[in-house]
């Protein structure tokens, strides 16, 4: 996997603990940034997302790493029984259930503090399972996603949105340029958290993307896996299946 990136270099505390502070910390102008920071352009994304969750009619829902809840909301529209969003951030969460209640979801979507890698359900309970810009910040990658794969059910759908890097010139070294030095810049004129932002580009500069990321799915057991890079390739959209 090569070196565990942790956002706090000086820090005495594991990664999934330090990630679970710095997001508490940037919590409340997380979702404006992020917009900044992606020029509105994840949205779309998640969208691409939302229409394939939405292929096998899931029932039952788990968001990972839900953050404030963005697609956890936009996955509402599938009709489903249920949508668990589970987050290692409180404050994040918080955030995300005063949108959820804004947009009369809170019946649909349940938020639980909860680890990825130890999470509170029963083997084989969701359809289908999805983690937008969550999987690089996992501790231990393979713990998560075994453990993402317990909880799926049988032929269930996981779905993975994640930064990748941009192969072709000039897309490479223009996101080079801006994850490296525009993206921390923005992260500490806007945020109270100096180093989050500078944290959110290291670590997807580090993080395995396409075909090396297929090959971890299939390692923890999963099948099916198909990588679709968007937008010049400055993200992933990777399926799965049980």
């Known amino acids: 996997m090569g070196k565990i990136v942790k956002p706090?270099?000086?820090s005495d505390l594991g990664k999934k603990e330090q990630v679970a502070k710095m997001f508490d910390n940037i919590s409340e102008n997380y979702d404006g940034?992020?917009?900044?920071?992606?020029?509105?352009?994840?949205?779309?994304?998640?969208?691409?997302?939302?229409?394939?969750?939405?292929?096998?009619?899931?029932?039952?829902?788990?968001?990972?790493?839900?953050?404030?809840?963005?697609?956890?909301m936009m996955m509402a529209e599938l009709n489903p029984d249920r949508i668990v969003g589970l987050d290692i951030s409180a404050g994040m969460l918080e955030v995300g259930k005063q949108k959820i209640a804004k947009a009369n979801l809170s019946n649909k979507i349940e938020m639980i503090v909860g680890d990825s890698e130890n999470m509170p359900f029963d083997d084989n309970t969701f359809d289908a399972i999805t983690v937008s810009f969550g999987v690089r910040n996992f501790e231990n990658l393979d713990k998560g996603l075994t453990e993402i794969n317990r909880v799926l059910k049988p032929n269930g759908k996981f779905v993975v949105l994640e930064t990748s890097n941009p192969t072709k010139f000039p897309f490479k070294q223009g996101y080079k340029l801006y994850t490296n030095i525009v993206l921390p810049v923005i992260g500490k004129l806007f945020s109270k958290d100096k180093v989050a932002y500078s944290y959110l580009s290291e670590s997807a500069n580090h993080f395995p993307f396409g075909k090396a990321f297929n090959n971890i799915l299939e390692k923890n057991g999963f099948s099916n896996t198909k990588d679709i890079p968007v937008t010049f390739g400055v993200a992933s959209i990777y399926t799965a299946t049980k």
């Not at 994840?42 to 697609?71: F, Y």
């Open 8 to 10: 706090y270099k000086d």
């Open 33 to 72: 940034l992020n917009r900044i920071i992606s020029l509105g352009i994840d949205v779309s994304w998640r969208k691409k997302v939302v229409k394939l969750v939405g292929e096998n009619n899931p029932k039952q829902i788990l968001d990972i790493a839900t953050g404030t809840g963005d697609l956890a």
